[in-house]
């Protein structure tokens, strides 16, 4: 359904991704890969995004590496540099959508959870939704983030767990910033059809009708 592409980072680099453009409408999405790679199973969530009207785009940021197993998965994540994904690749994403006359939002899944929070902070979007992700209190403060968010968190989640996710919601509650924040009693990457042995349809359907009709709200003219 999709394409690929080759987007500019503010640096001058090209970073390969994702493309899948919608039918018709102004809105579009930047989609945030887990610790996996720009993976056929992220893609088809992008392709999903596309079907419901938003044109989607997924950057690597990985820049042509995938991981096959968990380990490698984890290896490629510590080695990532999430201040320069953030500020290069995730960038470069959203000014492609920006200079085709879209309004942008951005989400992502556990690893790009946390940079679409971090996204929400240091690019110019117009709203976010974080599923399952974030990043540490040292870089990013969720007091700081000033434009509609929602987040979709897990109750079993030993990573981010449900003490964590009080404490985000009362810190942005707190200082009066906009957060609908969603809990599921579900495990980890509930959303990954991928991984049949956390993956819950049912709550992951509605974790994506709850996106999209956020996404409709606050970038469909």
């Known amino acids: 359904m999709g394409q690929d592409v080759k987007i500019l980072r503010p640096d001058g680099g090209l970073c390969e991704a994702y493309f899948s ?39 690597d940021l990985y820049h042509g590496r995938r991981a096959h197993d968990a380990d490698e998965a984890k290896h490629l994540m510590d080695h990532l540099d999430f201040p320069a994904a953030t500020d290069q690749d995730v960038a470069a994403a959203v000014s492609y959508l920006r200079s085709l006359g879209y309004r942008v939002g951005v989400s992502g899944f556990c690893m790009g959870g946390a940079l679409s929070v971090a996204a929400a902070v240091r690019l110019p979007v117009e709203a ?12 990013i403060d969720p007091a700081d983030i000033a434009i509609p968010f929602q987040g979709h968190f897990a109750q079993k989640d030993a990573w981010i767990t449900p003490a964590w996710v009080d404490e985000i919601e009362a810190a942005m509650h707190a200082a009066g910033r906009q957060a ?28 994506l009708a709850r996106t999209q009709e956020f996404f409709r709200r606050h970038l469909c003219p």
């Open 21 to 59: 453009p919608a039918q018709d409408g102004q809105a579009a999405i930047v989609l945030l890969q887990e610790w996996w790679g720009l993976n056929d199973q992220i893609r088809a969530q992008a392709d999903r995004y596309a079907v419901a009207g938003f044109h989607t785009l997924v950057p």
């Open 128 to 139: 976010v939704v974080c599923f399952y992700g974030w990043p540490p209190r040292s870089w």
């Open 180 to 207: 609908e924040i969603f809990r599921y009693e579900a495990e980890h990457a509930f959303c990954n059809e991928s991984r049949p042995e956390v993956y819950d349809a049912i709550l992951a359907s509605l974790a």
